[in-house]
């Protein structure tokens, strides 16, 4: 039996609410801190994300103020998701989009969405330099429709270049090495008239060469020239998975299992703290139970529905920390603490203004895809006795 912690992007959901990024990181109120090294990011738009999933995961949180606001650092992306079906043809030119693979429909909305969210948080490209391979000018696309969806006159302003040097390494018409993609990052210093990045938007095989990640499609590896090329972090679409051509042992791991359950499970907070029925009946099995919310007795949706309105009502400034997060086999277990202050009723007790902080824990057990039942419990004890004065 496999038993081992593992860091997860959990939106920062819980039976009660969500926890926001400590202003003194940033100001984005829609950056958080979901585990002890990852952010998230959602966008401030009201809903731009034509019905995919726009969460944006960092890491490491520490280093968000230098990721996001720094004008000369490098952002090196893959291309966007793209159809595996069908494969690169031998031969193939560069620009012949006919017979070589090309992106999903569904990976140019994610792209737009990836980029509308880092936009409507202030993060736009100063300058932007691209592979002539189709999906990378696909992805190229997308971006640029996601950008100039907040601020299209911004975006106009940037300068776009083609660099045949980003091709495909060592393919026809290809980059035959990686020398001018070092140079160009190497030799980046910002934009004297724009702020923001330089966004480079390549290849797995080029940016495997040159720094040694394994990339998935659509991800971005932040650079520093200043530091020697150092990589300081990723930045993706939590809905970043790892595609069959270059993650071919990750895909035959159990710890893709594991990830996926770990995925239901975070799907499972954001639903809950949104009292989101429809998204809860995607994730959870018919007859699913929650065991130890109403102390001995088991409920179904409405009634643990009900009992977590109960509790989140009856607290403001309401926060949600992970502290640790288990998996083994196919059960995975949450660990955390709730905070707030005590200004509605709560099992009965009326509102003193008094601080609380109390104890949470969570184990879900997952068959067929689907949580089949949760044992979710609170320290009730230690809440009435803070609510009461005890």
Same mark, same amino acid.
């Given at each position: 039996?496999?038993?081992?912690?593992?860091s997860t992007?959990?939106?920062?959901?819980?039976?009660?609410?969500?926890?926001?990024?400590a202003q003194?990181?940033?100001d984005?109120?829609?950056?958080?801190?979901?585990?002890?090294?990852i952010?998230?990011m959602?966008?401030?738009?009201?809903?731009?994300?034509?019905? +995919?999933d726009g969460?944006v995961?960092?890491?490491?949180?520490?280093?968000?103020?230098?990721?996001?606001s720094r004008?000369?650092?490098?952002?090196?992306?893959?291309h966007?998701?793209?159809d595996?079906?069908?494969?690169?043809?031998?031969?193939v030119?560069?620009?012949?989009?006919e017979?070589?693979?090309v992106?999903t429909?569904l990976?140019?909305?994610?792209?737009t969405?990836?980029?509308?969210?880092?936009?409507s948080n202030?993060?736009?490209?100063s300058?932007i330099?691209?592979?002539?391979?189709c999906?990378?000018?696909?992805?190229?696309e997308?971006?640029?429709?996601g950008?100039?969806g907040?601020d299209?006159?911004?975006?106009?302003?940037v300068?776009?270049?083609?660099d045949?040097d980003l091709?495909?390494?060592?393919?026809l018409n290809?980059a035959?090495?990686?020398?001018?993609l070092?140079?160009?990052?190497?030799?980046?210093?910002?934009?004297p008239?724009r702020?923001?990045?330089?966004?480079?938007?390549?290849?797995y095989?080029?940016?495997?060469?040159?720094t040694?990640f394994?990339v998935?499609?659509?991800?971005?590896l932040?650079i520093?020239?200043?530091?020697?090329?150092?990589?300081?972090?990723?930045?993706?679409l939590?809905?970043?998975?790892p595609?069959?051509?270059?993650f071919?042992?990750?895909?035959?791991?159990?710890?893709?299992?594991?990830?996926?359950?770990l995925?239901m499970?975070?799907?499972?907070?954001e639903? +809950?703290?949104k009292?989101?029925l429809?998204?809860?009946d995607e994730i959870?099995?018919?007859?699913?139970?929650?065991?130890?919310i109403?102390?001995?007795s088991?409920?179904?949706?409405?009634?643990?529905?009900?009992?977590?309105?109960?509790?989140?009502?009856g607290?403001s400034?309401?926060?949600?920390?992970?502290?640790e997060?288990?998996?083994?086999?196919?059960?995975?277990?949450?660990i955390g603490?709730?905070?707030?202050?005590?200004?509605g009723?709560?099992?009965?007790?009326?509102?003193t203004?008094?601080?609380?902080?109390?104890?949470?824990?969570?184990?879900?057990?997952?068959e067929d895809s689907v949580?089949?039942?949760s044992w979710q419990?609170?320290?009730?004890?230690?809440l009435i006795?803070?609510?009461s004065?005890?």
């Amino acid at each position: 039996m496999k038993h081992y912690i593992l860091s997860t992007a959990f939106a920062a959901m819980s039976l009660v609410g969500h926890q926001t990024m400590a202003q003194s990181v940033t100001d984005w109120d829609t950056i958080q801190q979901v585990s002890t090294h990852i952010g998230g990011m959602t966008s401030t738009l009201d809903d731009p994300f034509f019905g +995919v999933d726009g969460t944006v995961g960092f890491e490491p949180y520490q280093a968000a103020d230098d990721m996001f606001s720094r004008g000369d650092l490098v952002y090196l992306m893959r291309h966007g998701p793209t159809d595996w079906s069908k494969r690169d043809e031998n031969g193939v030119a560069s620009t012949d989009c006919e017979n070589q693979r090309v992106m999903t429909e569904l990976g140019k909305l994610q792209m737009t969405t990836f980029a509308t969210t880092l936009a409507s948080n202030g993060v736009f490209p100063s300058q932007i330099v691209v592979s002539e391979w189709c999906r990378n000018q696909q992805t190229l696309e997308a971006m640029l429709a996601g950008f100039s969806g907040v601020d299209a006159e911004r975006v106009s302003d940037v300068p776009i270049e083609t660099d045949k040097d980003l091709n495909l390494l060592l393919s026809l018409n290809g980059a035959p090495n990686v020398d001018s993609l070092r140079e160009r990052i190497s030799s980046w210093d910002g934009d004297p008239d724009r702020s923001g990045p330089l966004l480079i938007i390549s290849h797995y095989t080029n940016i495997e060469e040159l720094t040694q990640f394994r990339v998935l499609e659509g991800e971005i590896l932040v650079i520093d020239p200043d530091l020697d090329n150092r990589v300081l972090g990723y930045i993706r679409l939590d809905s970043a998975a790892p595609d069959e051509g270059h993650f071919a042992d990750t895909l035959d791991s159990p710890l893709l299992a594991d990830s996926d359950s770990l995925r239901m499970v975070e799907r499972y907070y954001e639903a +809950v703290g949104k009292n989101d029925l429809n998204a809860l009946d995607e994730i959870i099995a018919d007859g699913w139970v929650s065991r130890g919310i109403n102390g001995s007795s088991n409920t179904d949706v409405d009634g643990f529905l009900s009992r977590v309105d109960e509790i989140s009502s009856g607290l403001s400034d309401r926060q949600f920390n992970v502290e640790e997060t288990y998996i083994s086999d196919n059960v995975v277990t949450v660990i955390g603490s709730v905070s707030g202050t005590h200004t509605g009723e709560i099992f009965g007790i009326a509102p003193t203004g008094n601080e609380v902080e109390f104890q949470s824990i969570a184990v879900h057990i997952i068959e067929d895809s689907v949580i089949q039942e949760s044992w979710q419990m609170i320290d009730r004890i230690s809440l009435i006795k803070q609510i009461s004065g005890q």
